[in-house]
């Protein structure tokens, strides 16, 4: 009987990463400069699990924010919810705290925690839990943040040059509640990891404030340790027989990618290299079995109509 797997593809806890020397350095280099990492390359390569990783590691507060093409750089920073407001003044026909209204995005909780429990001092910060807690689970208090913004090049190319002021200066202002939030001393210093997929070319003035930093495809020997790191994790033994399809995978994704590059289509990722694997172990298909070949299109060597 097949084995099943105990996680999902991508759960974004911060629990496995192959973390080279070199992207090591770079997050080195952008919290020596204090500048946001840029990192770029190939979707399904590993990009958006770095935040997590790093602030499980480092025992850092994590927040992300997932870019859409409707995102507004003040969502990062703030939201607040004019319709509700409106709707209560014309019911209470009262005097209204906005703070109640106000919600605070991912970097007003990276850079001042406890202004965003208080709304800026306007409510009591008693009754607004950091939204990180649900991710370290530590009782000692975290040193510094991890900020992800997933995906900037989806967003408006106004976003990016709207950011630069509060990513450089670490301070922005609410403009319903004229708050001023700054980077507090006990909060740390973060580490915002900014993605892209290179769908939409970002701006000069924004490129040029990040450390950059592009993720290398997959190698053959990368794939088979990317794998065992993610088996010894889910508790999964190692036999011969695992050892041999984690490498035929890894033959049938390098193969894949040769080929796509030929046709100059989509190169199949290390993330969908992973999804086979987990195909394989759960539905117990080996390189011999029958259904090995309607895997490999399941999974690895997509045909080009499907992305269509």
């Given at each position: 009987?097949?084995?099943?797997?105990v996680?999902?593809?991508?759960?974004?806890?911060?629990?496995?990463?192959?973390?080279?020397?070199?992207?090591?350095?770079?997050?080195?280099?952008?919290?020596?400069?204090?500048?946001?990492?840029?990192?770029?390359?190939?979707?399904?390569?590993?990009?958006s699990?770095?935040?997590?990783?790093?602030?499980?590691?480092?025992?850092?507060?994590?927040?992300?924010?997932?870019?859409?093409?409707?995102?507004?750089?003040?969502?990062?920073?703030?939201?607040?919810?004019?319709?509700?407001?409106?709707?209560d003044?014309?019911?209470?026909?009262?005097?209204?705290?906005?703070?109640?209204?106000?919600?605070?995005?991912?970097?007003?909780?990276?850079?001042a925690?406890?202004?965003?429990?208080?709304?800026?001092?306007?409510?009591?910060p008693?009754?607004?839990?950091?939204?990180?807690?649900?991710?370290?689970?530590?009782?000692?208090?975290?040193?510094?943040?991890?900020?992800?913004?997933?995906?900037?090049?989806?967003?408006d190319?106004?976003?990016?040059?709207?950011?630069?002021?509060?990513?450089?200066?670490?301070?922005?202002?609410?403009?319903?509640?004229?708050?001023?939030?700054?980077?507090?001393?006990?909060?740390?210093?973060?580490?915002?990891?900014?993605?892209?997929?290179?769908?939409?070319?970002?701006?000069?003035?924004?490129?040029?404030?990040?450390?950059?930093?592009?993720?290398?495809?997959?190698?053959?020997?990368?794939?088979?340790?990317?794998?065992?790191?993610?088996?010894?994790?889910?508790?999964?033994?190692?036999?011969?027989?695992?050892?041999?399809?984690?490498?035929?995978?890894?033959?049938?994704?390098?193969?894949?990618?040769?080929?796509?590059?030929?046709?100059?289509?989509?190169?199949?990722?290390?993330?969908?290299?992973?999804?086979?694997?987990?195909?394989?172990?759960?539905?117990?298909?080996?390189?011999?079995?029958?259904?090995?070949?309607?895997?490999?299109?399941?999974?690895?060597?997509?045909?080009?109509?499907?992305?269509?």
């Amino acid at each position: 009987m097949a084995e099943q797997t105990v996680q999902g593809p991508d759960p974004r806890d911060g629990l496995v990463y192959d973390m080279s020397d070199d992207l090591r350095t770079a997050v080195e280099v952008a919290l020596a400069t204090d500048r946001p990492l840029l990192l770029s390359g190939d979707p399904g390569s590993g990009k958006s699990s770095l935040a997590p990783y790093h602030a499980r590691r480092n025992g850092m507060r994590y927040y992300e924010h997932v870019i859409t093409s409707r995102t507004r750089a003040t969502d990062l920073l703030w939201t607040f919810d004019s319709v509700r407001r409106l709707a209560d003044a014309q019911a209470h026909r009262g005097r209204l705290n906005d703070g109640d209204y106000v919600v605070p995005g991912a970097l007003w909780w990276a850079l001042a925690p406890e202004s965003a429990r208080s709304r800026g001092g306007l409510l009591s910060p008693a009754h607004h839990r950091d939204p990180s807690e649900r991710f370290l689970h530590r009782e000692e208090r975290p040193s510094g943040a991890v900020v992800l913004i997933d995906e900037i090049d989806k967003a408006d190319p106004d976003l990016p040059n709207s950011l630069l002021v509060p990513l450089a200066s670490h301070e922005f202002t609410v403009g319903e509640t004229g708050t001023l939030v700054r980077r507090e001393a006990d909060a740390g210093p973060p580490l915002i990891v900014i993605t892209t997929n290179g769908e939409r070319d970002l701006p000069q003035a924004f490129v040029r404030r990040c450390v950059t930093f592009t993720l290398p495809g997959p190698t053959h020997e990368g794939l088979v340790r990317i794998a065992r790191l993610h088996l010894r994790h889910e508790k999964r033994k190692i036999s011969d027989s695992v050892h041999e399809l984690v490498v035929a995978l890894a033959d049938e994704l390098m193969r894949a990618r040769e080929t796509a590059g030929l046709g100059h289509q989509r190169r199949p990722s290390t993330a969908e290299y992973l999804d086979a694997l987990r195909a394989c172990l759960t539905l117990g298909i080996t390189p011999g079995d029958p259904r090995w070949l309607l895997l490999r299109s399941l999974t690895l060597a997509k045909p080009a109509e499907a992305g269509r």
